[in-house]
């Protein structure tokens, strides 16, 4: 775990009390002990260095306490192991969103993990024509959304993101494109569709090339891909370029992954 991602504040004194599932989460899965140091992201997005100065297995509560420096030397008791989540926070410079044609649920599960993983800051789902009507009723689905929210939530924990992405209500393509044009006004922004034709494609890095890029976005379609009529909805005015990948064929999970992946490549100057 590269960041535990809290829904409450510490208190005045600087300690925060974890119960429930948070609780069974730090003594069944990490199997933490006092004296072990983690890095808590707070709701106001800081990130707080915290260490377990008590545990009550009876009550079944765990509290951590704020250090006194926020600069932890790594040691055996050091929970938030690898890249640090506050070593991360340097590397994202734009702001991502994808924009991702529904599919089945379980794939669309995975995607909104990977896209998590990527510090996306926004994934919006979009009814398409290839979409299935038990997708749709999915996400209307309170249980659903809730096993949502805690893949992106664990996501986090697991990647040290610190974007705290957003997870919008399924909406038609219109919607979509009106979101798009109403986020990128006044911003320098790109917003790209991957198509699996190569009609009227050009590269990322050709569009990208020389600029400073703060907002980019991903259009990425379901299984079945993008239709003709899709695509020129998209593509209107220029608000997303045509990116058509070379090689094979790819899912649509693998898709979303792989776009996302190389616009950030590219805008970071990778």
Same mark, same amino acid.
């Given at each position: ?15 925060? $009390? ?5 609780? #069974? ?14 890095? $808590? ?41 690898? $890249?640090?989540?506050?070593? @991360? ?17 379980? #794939?669309?599960?995975? @995607?909104?993990?990977? !896209? ?49 992405? #957003? ?32 009609? #009227? ?11 400073? @890029?703060?907002? !980019? ?44 992946? !190389? ?8």
């Amino acid at each position: 775990m590269r960041q535990f991602i809290s829904e409450s504040n510490p208190d005045k004194n600087g300690y925060l $009390v974890l119960s429930g599932k948070d609780f #069974k989460y730090f003594r069944q899965v990490l199997r933490v002990r006092t004296g072990d140091m983690v890095s $808590v992201r707070l709701p106001d997005g800081m990130l707080q260095n915290m260490t377990v100065c008590e545990t009550d297995d009876r009550q079944k509560k765990l509290t951590l306490q704020i250090c006194a420096s926020t600069e932890i030397e790594v040691t055996d008791k050091e929970l938030t192991r690898g $890249v640090k989540a506050s070593e @991360i926070n340097k590397i994202l410079k734009t702001e991502y969103w994808l924009f991702q044609f529904l599919p089945k649920i379980q #794939k669309f599960e995975q @995607i909104v993990k990977q !896209a998590v993983e990527c510090g996306v800051s926004a994934i919006v789902p979009v009814i398409g024509d290839y979409t299935e009507k038990s997708s749709i009723a999915a996400m209307d689905n309170a249980t659903k959304l809730e096993r949502l929210n805690k893949i992106i939530r664990e996501a986090r924990q697991q990647s040290g993101s610190p974007v705290d992405t #957003k997870l919008y209500m399924p909406v038609k393509i219109e919607e979509a494109c009106h979101m798009w044009k109403e986020r990128i006004i006044d911003e320098n922004a790109q917003g790209f569709v991957l198509y699996e034709r190569n009609e #009227k494609s050009r590269t990322m890095h050709s569009v990208l090339a020389g600029r400073e @890029i703060d907002v !980019a976005s991903v259009v990425c379609g379901s299984e079945g891909g993008l239709s003709v009529e899709e695509i020129n909805k998209l593509t209107q005015d220029d608000l997303f370029v045509p990116c058509h990948f070379e090689g094979n064929i790819l899912r649509c999970e693998t898709a979303a992954l792989y776009g996302m992946a !190389a616009l950030q490549v590219i805008c970071n100057k990778g």
